[in-house]
């Protein structure tokens, strides 16, 4: 199975401050026909379902602010804030769909400080 | 608009059965493949299982292989998910969950249901 890794776990951030969150695959998730990477981000904001922030890496999802951006080769991922609101707090997860089992990562709670 | 639904949860014994069922409206269901992911109490998430848009392939995680089995009724736009020999490591809530895009066979999440809640207890 993939595993993915995701650091850091806990990330408190001040406002108006910007925010890193990484992951690592332990394998390549390029696709062998494209080369587009199969892995995505997901915010769950608390008491919340999981909502889909970032595709294939470097996309971003419908309504996602611009200040969210993804990027990341065939094993390293990161996705990044520019300036986070109070409005981002919640658990981050990657998931990786290269192979089944698709597996996410452990998820990183951001918090506001 | 694109709607998932999920119900059939509750509290069951160790050992015993339940089927979840995950019900969707807006979009033409038997178009689209469909996934369970659940989530353990103040845990991380866990992909669970995907059929395709046809029902024609299924794929499992680890945990639950030989135990849940995913189907789909496309006449009635039903997902379900059959959990046999439930363990209390089965206690979670569980998400339905459309891949992005029509006839894909990989494609990103979206949208979620807004989850059943399973509790496997004596």
């Known amino acids: 199975d993939i595993v993915m890794t995701q650091t850091p776990l806990s990330l408190p951030v001040t406002p108006g401050e910007p925010a890193s969150i990484s992951c690592r695959s332990s394998q390549s998730l390029l696709d062998s026909h494209d080369g587009s990477p199969h892995l995505d981000w997901y915010l769950q904001k608390t008491g919340q379902s999981p909502q889909l922030l970032i595709y294939r890496s470097s996309y971003r999802a419908s309504g996602v602010p611009d200040r969210f951006s993804g990027s990341g080769s065939a094993t390293d991922f990161t996705l990044k804030i520019s300036r986070v609101e109070a409005e981002d707090v919640g658990v981050y997860y990657c998931?990786?769909?290269?192979?089944?089992?698709?597996?996410f990562g452990q998820g990183t709670k951001l918090e506001i400080k | 608009q694109v709607q998932l639904v999920e119900s059939g949860g509750g509290v069951v014994q160790p050992g015993r059965s339940l089927r979840l069922s995950c019900a969707a409206s807006?979009?033409?269901?038997?178009?689209?493949?469909m996934h369970w992911v659940r989530q353990a109490p103040g845990r991380g998430l866990e992909w669970v299982a995907f059929i395709w848009y046809d029902g024609t392939n299924k794929y499992y995680g680890d945990s639950v292989k030989g135990r849940f089995t995913i189907s789909r009724d496309n006449s009635k736009d039903i997902l379900y998910l059959h959990m046999n020999n439930l363990k209390a490591a089965d206690t979670g809530v569980y998400y339905c969950?459309?891949?992005?895009?029509?006839?894909?066979?990989?494609?990103?999440?979206?949208?979620w249901g807004q989850g059943t809640r399973v509790t496997v207890s004596s």
């Open positions: 807006g979009f033409i269901f038997s178009s689209y493949g």
């Open positions: 969950a459309r891949v992005s895009r029509q006839w894909l066979l990989t494609g990103w999440f979206d949208p």
């Open positions: 998931l990786q769909r290269m192979a089944f089992p698709y597996t």
